[in-house]
């Protein structure tokens, strides 16, 4: 009996870890997919462009989201909006909660005509 409760124990253990990491990586993922449309689009150097607003807020929300993922970062700011081209890139900035500054760059994985992939560096 004891060996079997301890298999059960190691197992059930093993299948909870399992679980948390599998939860936390699809949580703490810094690639977002944004459609393109007139409420999220504005024109930057003759380009469409995912609004600086947009970029911002999504990256803030996706900084931090869990307590043990990356830490709380306020005013999040970045200079333009993000170019819908695959390969453009911004550098974002915003504040960690001790007042340090923190530079967030910011690039496009992929764009299409109605939507654009885009990642950040945390």
């Excluded at 124990?9 to 690639?31: K, P």
């Excluded at 496009?108 to 005509?113: E, F, G, P, Q, R």
Aim: charged share 20%.
């Amino acid at each position: 009996m004891p060996r079997r409760f301890l298999i059960g124990v190691v197992g059930g253990a093993t299948a909870v870890t399992a679980l948390f990491g599998v939860g936390t990586h699809a949580l703490a993922g810094t690639e977002s997919t944004t459609r393109l449309d007139a409420y999220s689009t504005v024109s930057v150097g003759g380009h469409r462009a995912l609004a600086a607003a947009i970029v911002e807020g999504r990256t803030r929300s996706k900084y931090h989201p869990l307590p043990w993922v990356g830490a709380p970062v306020d005013e999040v700011a970045c200079p333009t909006g993000l170019k819908a081209v695959a390969g453009a890139s911004v550098t974002c900035t915003g504040k960690k909660h001790d007042g340090q500054n923190v530079r967030i760059p910011v690039s496009v994985v992929k764009a299409t005509s109605d939507s654009i992939t885009w990642k950040f560096e945390r």
